[in-house]
């Protein structure tokens, strides 16, 4: 790969100490995620997936190892820093979207813009995820797959140089779950964001650059596509 | 069923483990409404049980008359009537006494006893000494509290003036009397000055002796036959004391003593009911506030647990298990702590009104109630929320609740959403979105308001009685009271004393009043017209003039007799010549303390049908030469007391401020604790309901600082909102106490002085503060990954 590794994890480790039982749910992960690139993370659930990209979104530290982003140390225990890290750099999708249900489409946008550096007009990221017409409606009066792509618009408005998405679609049908995953690989495209999507579904993997394998909390392989296939052309 | 119920009783001490800061605050406010009301209802009941016990161990009179002087063979007469059960007859004398370290005179009550047994009537317990002996004709008992007052015991003598003779009065025993546990002159007087004024019993005899009154009598006290109605009674006293210079008859509910101390166990009633009412009502609240919230976020427990067969009464019994958690702990410890106050209240209180009998015994039944009580008031708080969760149906528990449907509200009509940021919009929308949570929040606070103000407003109410009643009312250094009404000249010697600066006389009677079937027995007070040393001054502050012609009386009297401005009423004066007239009611008075009736003395003079006469003189003195006017008043013979303002004022204080105090202090410190219970609930089920919106604010890059201004902004316009609403329930509180403690003693002014509002405001924003740093600690620990984990 040409180019730069965005993210540099080193022997990351993560034990969650439950009792007189150690639960490890990372053991010694290195990775490199590199600019612009779409990596699927596949693994079956307790593999490790969700903590993995939590730490690397900044939201969770590791037990040992470390993590860089370009020139930040993302392993230092500082709640601001990794804060600003995420306000900064980073844009997060969840199964559950996360939707603020008191605020419009464009409010939950706006939400983030607000508060961005360098941000797009909150509709025009509504735009880009399809949902133009639907700006002034609230979470309630939009089906799953549109909530689901407004947290989509909310977490790529500020323009983010990673996208971390945590099975994006595992609440969604096929159908809408399609539809989701074409506005993260057109993103991707058209704007150069770093993507990094969990699933554990398989099918789901034809559509990478890279995808990765884990297990144990191990990553057991990564695997490059010779050539991505657009969402239409996955098949579950 | 019991086996499958195991699990939820482990699920009920996991909630209550995982809510046991909100339930903690729930319990404390439990614990001190029942703290109150076992401390109260206890005091009470002990009080009430107290004074029923000493007055029939002691055997009380239930009537009482004082004459002239009345032939002793009249006492059988009286005992003939129709209703009367026993009579006790006696000599009762006012003299002066000259006390150690006293310059002015003090006035002793000298009350015929027998020598040689225990009065039939009025009968005294002997806290020390011993009983008199016949043939020692100078042995008194004194009462315990002039004694203590005085520092005298059994062996002391006291030089008093019988009869126009001094003569060395020799205490050899410490008694107390169920007629005198309030100990006061009488005629106006409201306070004890237990220095100046004090009752001795003597031997009949030898009293009798000393004032030729030898087979006669000036004093009856008399029990009611079973059946009896009193105001026959009272005429039928009446008529046979007439031609003897009777004062009128009266029973207990004009006798001074027993109506201070019966009104104030009134009082202890009034709160014991008043103030637990809201503390328990608050506890309600916020169980129902805590409980809710936990049903709203257990939907899918609830439903899984219906999904399993567990029927509604198991889900309403689980729930109501949790209410049982604070309930058990604060009704409790509440218990526990009001058991501890009541006892040491009892020490106060039985020093205080000096029962004989001061043996405190909790009753248990007080502690059951309370149990009963809060569980009454923890049912009623569970109530709404176990029923929503008796009635979700398991269908639709499984499924999340759905999104909450917002629309756009207040800032989008009013244009405002430009200026308002997204953020802080979700503030807004939330208080739209659901105005009756808000208000609810809102009026949380505005009940802590109120509670604080409601507690201070009674610190203020006894300062402004005070102030009032010392500083605008009762403005002269000393009252000097004749020992009969005497002509104006007794008055002008006074003026000629050195050291007096001014001199106000007045004319003081013994009087009933009546309209219509309504009568009530009073003193009758005719005042100079711009007098300035004793004034007419209503609860507001304002000062009145005596009207020209008819009678002033205060609004309690005149309700009491049922008159309003422009009625008349009839006078029955009850001394002298016992003039009979019918007067104009000129004004109605709001004043502060005692139940008056006032006249110019003018008026009253012509009332009387008297020249110029003065039962005595309001004096100002000139502070350096006040001990050689006393001294001087000593050795006036007309002179038989003198009230000195500064010791009224301290009787003031160690009666209704001393017993007032203790229960407001409680209550003050129960209410700041309740103040701060409900504030830091509120901010609880604030950040319980927002916290995965803050969760999701903080993954999306937002400081902590920004999210807890978010969560703290509504708290603060929440409470912004309830204080206004605060205000004003107090102002209701306040009123409330104020119309419900209006006795003939005295009435609370309804005065809310700003230092109140500020005390409060400072009560509730000290405690808003609190919550929100505590609330603050729990943002900052915000478990960002789990939130997004669950589903909302
Ligand atoms: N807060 C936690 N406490 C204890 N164990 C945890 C916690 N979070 C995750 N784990 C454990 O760590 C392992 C990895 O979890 P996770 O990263 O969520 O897996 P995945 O997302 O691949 O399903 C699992 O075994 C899980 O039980
Ligand atoms: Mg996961």
Not at chain 1, 129 to 135: A, D, N, Q, S, T
Not at chain 2, 134 to 160: K, M, W
Not at chain 2, 376 to 382: D, F
Request: net charge neutral.
């Amino acid at each position: 790969m040409d180019a730069p590794a965005v993210f540099e994890a080193r022997g990351l480790s993560k034990v969650y100490r439950m009792g007189e039982v150690e639960v490890y749910a990372l053991r010694e992960v290195d990775l490199d995620l590199f600019a612009g690139e779409f990596v699927v993370l596949l693994g079956p659930s307790g593999s490790g997936k969700s903590t993995l990209l939590n730490i690397l979104g900044g939201l969770d530290t590791p037990t040992a190892g470390t993590v860089r982003f370009l020139d930040h140390d993302l392993t230092v225990d500082d709640d601001r820093a990794r804060t600003r890290f995420r306000r900064e750099h980073v844009g997060f999708v969840f199964q559950f979207y996360n939707l603020i249900p008191s605020l419009t489409a464009l409010e939950n946008v706006a939400l983030v813009t607000d508060i961005a550096e360098r941000p797009m007009d909150p509709a025009e990221a509504l735009g880009l995820v399809g949902l133009g017409e639907r700006v002034h409606h609230f979470p309630a009066q939009l089906s799953g797959g549109e909530q689901q792509r407004v947290a989509i618009a909310r977490a790529i408005a500020k323009q983010p140089d990673v996208l971390l998405c945590d099975e994006p679609t595992g609440a969604l049908d096929y159908e809408t779950g399609l539809i989701v995953l074409q506005a993260l690989a057109d993103v991707n495209r058209r704007l150069g964001t770093t993507v990094a999507v969990i699933t554990h579904n398989a099918s789901i993997a034809g559509m990478a650059d890279r995808v990765i394998r884990m297990r144990s909390g191990r990553i057991t392989e990564v695997e490059r596509n010779a050539h991505r296939l657009a969402p239409t052309e996955l098949t579950w | 069923m019991v086996a499958g119920l195991r699990p939820l009783h482990r699920k009920v001490l996991r909630d209550l483990w995982h809510l046991r800061s909100q339930m903690a605050a729930v319990a404390v406010v439990m614990a001190c409404g029942i703290a109150m009301f076992v401390t109260l209802r206890s005091m009470h009941g002990w009080l009430r049980g107290t004074q029923t016990q000493y007055y029939e161990a002691y055997r009380f009179a239930d009537v009482f008359a004082s004459a002239r002087r009345a032939p002793a063979s009249l006492a059988r007469r009286i005992a003939a009537l129709p209703g009367v059960g026993a009579v006790r007859t006696r000599v009762v004398m006012d003299v002066t006494l000259d006390l150690p370290g006293l310059d002015e005179p003090g006035t002793g009550r000298l009350v015929g006893i027998p020598e040689q047994r225990a009065p039939m009537l009025n009968d005294l317990y002997l806290r020390s000494g011993r009983w008199i002996q016949p043939g020692h004709e100078d042995e008194v008992l004194a009462s315990e509290a002039f004694a203590r007052a005085n520092g005298l015991v059994p062996g002391d003598a006291i030089p008093a003036v019988l009869n126009g003779r001094w003569q060395r009065l020799r205490i050899v025993g410490i008694a107390l009397s169920p007629e005198y546990i309030y100990e006061i002159r009488g005629l106006g007087d409201v306070f004890p000055d237990n220095r100046r004024f004090g009752v001795l019993w003597m031997g009949e005899r030898a009293l009798g002796a000393a004032f030729q009154m030898e087979g006669a009598f000036n004093d009856a006290a008399l029990t009611l036959a079973p059946g009896a109605t009193e105001a026959d009674v009272i005429d039928g006293v009446d008529r046979l004391l007439a031609p003897y210079g009777g004062t009128g008859a009266y029973g207990r509910a004009d006798q001074i003593s027993d109506l201070f101390v019966s009104s104030e166990i009134e009082e202890t009633e009034i709160t014991s009911v008043l103030i637990p009412t809201i503390f328990l009502a608050v506890t309600a609240f916020l169980l129902n506030m805590v409980l809710a919230r936990l049903v709203a976020t257990q939907r899918d427990q609830i439903a899984i647990l219906k999904a399993f067969g567990y029927g509604s009464p198991a889900i309403a019994v689980h729930y109501l298990q949790l209410a049982l958690g604070p309930v058990v702990l604060g009704a409790g410890a509440g218990s526990g702590l009001g058991i501890w106050l009541a006892a040491a209240l009892a020490r106060v209180y039985a020093r205080f009104y000096q029962f004989p009998v001061a043996e405190y015994t909790q009753d248990w039944r007080v502690v059951a109630q309370a149990l009963l009580v809060a569980g009454g008031a923890a049912l009623v708080g569970a109530l709404g929320a176990v029923l929503r969760a008796v009635r979700l149906p398991p269908a639709e528990a499984m499924r999340p609740e759905a999104p909450a449907s917002y629309r756009a509200g207040i800032v989008e009509r009013l244009g405002f959403q430009r200026w308002v940021p997204a953020a802080e919009r979700i503030i807004l929308r939330n208080i739209e979105r659901r105005p009756l949570r808000a208000l609810l929040a809102a009026a949380g606070i505005a009940l802590a308001t109120a509670i604080v103000m409601t507690g201070w407003f009674m610190f203020d109410a006894i300062d402004v009685m005070k102030q009032i009643q010392f500083e605008s009312v009762q403005r002269y250094d000393a009252m000097v009271v004749f020992d009969l009404p005497r002509s104006a000249r007794a008055g002008w010697d006074l003026v000629h004393l050195d050291g007096v600066r001014r001199v106000e006389p007045f004319r003081v009677v013994p009087v009933r009043l009546r309209r219509g079937p309504l009568t009530k027995r009073t003193a009758l007070l005719g005042l100079a017209p711009g007098s300035e040393l004793q004034r007419l001054v209503d609860r507001d502050g304002a000062v009145r003039q005596v009207p020209p012609r008819g009678l002033l009386v205060s609004d309690v009297l005149a309700s009491q007799l049922g008159a309003a401005v422009g009625d008349t009423v009839t006078v029955e004066v009850l001394e002298g010549k016992r003039p009979v007239r019918t007067v104009i009611v000129a004004a109605v008075s709001r004043d502060i303390i005692g139940s008056s009736a006032t006249m110019s003395l003018e008026a009253l003079h012509a009332l009387l049908g008297e020249g110029g006469t003065l039962s005595g003189a309001y004096l100002a003195l000139d502070q350096r030469k006040a001990p050689a006017v006393y001294r001087a008043l000593k050795e006036t013979p007309a002179v038989s007391g003198v009230v000195v303002r500064e010791a009224v004022m301290r009787g003031f204080e160690d009666t209704i401020a001393e017993s007032f105090w203790i229960s407001i202090s409680m209550m003050v410190v129960f209410a700041c604790i309740i103040a701060a219970g409900i504030v830091y609930n509120g901010a609880r089920v604030a950040l319980s309901e927002r916290g995965r919106e803050l969760a999701s604010l903080r993954v999306l890059g937002f400081f902590r600082g920004e999210v807890t201004r978010l969560l703290l902004g509504e708290q603060v316009l929440l409470t912004l909102g309830g204080l206004p609403g605060g205000f004003l329930l107090g102002y209701f509180l306040a009123w409330l106490v104020a119309y419900r403690f209006e006795s003939d003693l005295f009435r609370i002014p309804l005065v809310i002085r700003q230092t109140t509002i500020v005390y409060s405001l400072a009560v509730v924003l000290g405690a808003a503060l609190l919550s929100a740093l505590a609330v603050r600690r729990r943002i900052h620990r915000l478990d960002l990954i789990a939130v997004l984990k669950t589903r909302e």
